[in-house]
């Protein structure tokens, strides 16, 4: 059965409202949560982006929900501390966290001065980091020269399981490389499910009895112009097409290639009603891919009400 989580967006809320918001999250039926990690928000606009591994331990203490993060290890965080400080949250809080790995992009990855790679080199760089934490949970002494150095690495604090590694994934051609080695694949709703039914049938195809969770943006509000106004002003940063995204560095330049943004483009992007039975509507078809989570996120900042309206009127009819 599919279970419906709630998005932790640390680019748009301070972390100490984010902690209520997922407690409160917990309390209204929400089943998991999916943090994001970043240095910088997307936008000026957004104004926040808190250290989501501080955070992490707050909210799994206050809550009873799952946690997974998306991390791209390799730059600015070295894969050997990533796996250091996954390992102690899933010892502390077994089975309830998991990680979604990435490629990265220069938004967060550039503050460290680092001569940003290519896509194909960024991909073999996570790959190599991947092996890396997991030989680091299995309880190796790890040395290793590659794109990355480790030198006489071992893990003494380790869970009972290892976390799981989820690979986030925007096309067919990288769902069908995670299904190679990832625990499972994290992708992207789209409005007509076209390019979202085609890469979890490509991750399928090659890895049918793994995991895959699907995040959803959502625009809730008390009438339909609000809801797409909020959507806007904190949003629009994020529907410019195509990959240019993995290449800026700063919320300045998404900002300024956001001006051609209009609201049509952000309501092709984003799930956009005051109506909670549209909402019941797109989440059955995104169950009918045969995912097994769907994180919500609420890309407006009335997360309050979304909350609590989603846990009366939409989570209970997929109970």
Not at 62 to 67: H, P, S
Not at 89 to 100: G, I, K
Not at 177 to 182: K, T
């Amino acid at each position: 059965m599919t279970e419906i989580g709630y998005h932790v967006s640390h680019e748009q809320f301070a972390p100490s409202d984010l902690l209520e918001y997922a407690t409160l999250a917990d309390e209204r039926g929400f089943d998991h949560a999916l943090a994001s990690d970043h240095f910088h928000p997307w936008s000026e606009r957004q104004g926040e982006s808190g250290f989501v591994w501080s955070w992490l331990g707050s909210a799994l203490e206050a809550t009873d929900l799952t946690f997974g993060t998306v991390n791209a290890p390799g730059y600015r965080y070295h894969p050997a501390i990533i796996a250091q400080g996954a390992a102690t949250l899933r010892e502390m809080y077994p089975e309830r966290f998991w990680l979604a790995v990435g490629s990265g992009q220069l938004l967060n990855e550039g503050i460290t001065g680092t001569d940003w790679p290519v896509k194909r080199e960024r991909n073999a760089r996570l790959r190599e980091c991947a092996e890396i934490m997991r030989r680091l949970w299995d309880g190796e002494e790890v040395t290793h020269h590659g794109r990355v150095d480790v030198e006489q690495a071992q893990l003494y604090s380790r869970p009972e399981t290892a976390p799981p590694l989820i690979g986030p994934a925007l096309s067919e051609e990288t769902a069908e490389w995670l299904a190679e080695w990832a625990d499972g694949m994290i992708t992207i709703a789209t409005p007509d499910h076209e390019d979202d039914a085609a890469r979890v049938e490509a991750f399928r195809e090659n890895a049918p009895e793994k995991p895959v969770f699907l995040k959803a943006q959502h625009s809730y509000a008390d009438s339909d112009d609000a809801a797409l106004e909020g959507a806007y002003e904190q949003w629009h940063t994020n529907c410019v097409p195509g990959p240019v995204t993995q290449e800026l560095r700063t919320p300045e330049q998404f900002d300024d290639l956001s001006e051609t943004v209009d609201e049509e483009v952000v309501a092709e992007n984003v799930r956009i009603s005051s109506d909670l039975e549209d909402h019941v509507e797109w989440l059955e078809a995104d169950f009918e891919l045969d995912v097994d989570r769907v994180f919500v996120h609420n890309v407006n900042t009335n997360q309050k009400a979304f909350i609590e309206a989603f846990g009366d009127e939409v989570l209970p009819a997929f109970e």
